[in-house]
Nanobody, 126 residues
Framework: QVQLQESGGGSVHAGGSLRLSCVASGYTFSNDDCMAWIRQTPGKEREEVASIGSDGSTTYADSVKGRFTISQDNAKNTLFLQMNSLKPEDTAMYYC???????????????????RGQGTQVTVSS
């Protein structure tokens, strides 16, 4: 059974930094896996903030570009999200999602196509 466990969330002031981690058990990372960090707040749409494609390319939402960095450590089966220059609008529950690539290397990490952790709360105060 695949399980993802996020950690690293917390409360910070605007301008601060956090590093989120997502450790996978029951699954071994590979370089062609699809990985993503998404965030959600009550009453808002799910937002994919950063992702790694099956070709290793990274994509960021415009709202976090230049401030967030997604990375993976296959040896540790861990996905990271470095968040710098945090803003109050970054406040949300953050989830990691991981999935093997679909046909043609396409990525779709949302369950049931992939796995999602329980989330870690990030709160940024002004």
């Amino acid at each position: 059974q695949v399980q993802l466990q996020e950690s690293g969330g917390g409360s910070v002031h605007a301008g601060g930094s956090l590093r989120l981690s997502c450790v996978a058990s029951g699954y071994t990372f590979s370089n062609d896996d699809c990985m993503a960090w998404i965030r959600q707040t009550p009453g808002k749409e799910r937002e994919e903030v950063a992702s790694i494609g099956s070709d290793g390319s990274t994509t960021y939402a415009d709202s976090v570009k230049g401030r967030f960095t997604i990375s993976q450590d296959n040896a540790k089966n861990t996905l990271f999200l470095q968040m710098n220059s945090l803003k109050p609008e970054d406040t949300a529950m953050y989830y990691c999602e991981i999935a093997p690539p679909l046909g043609g290397g396409n990525c779709y990490t949302r369950p049931p196509f992939g796995w999602r952790g329980q989330g870690t709360q990030v709160t940024v105060s002004s």
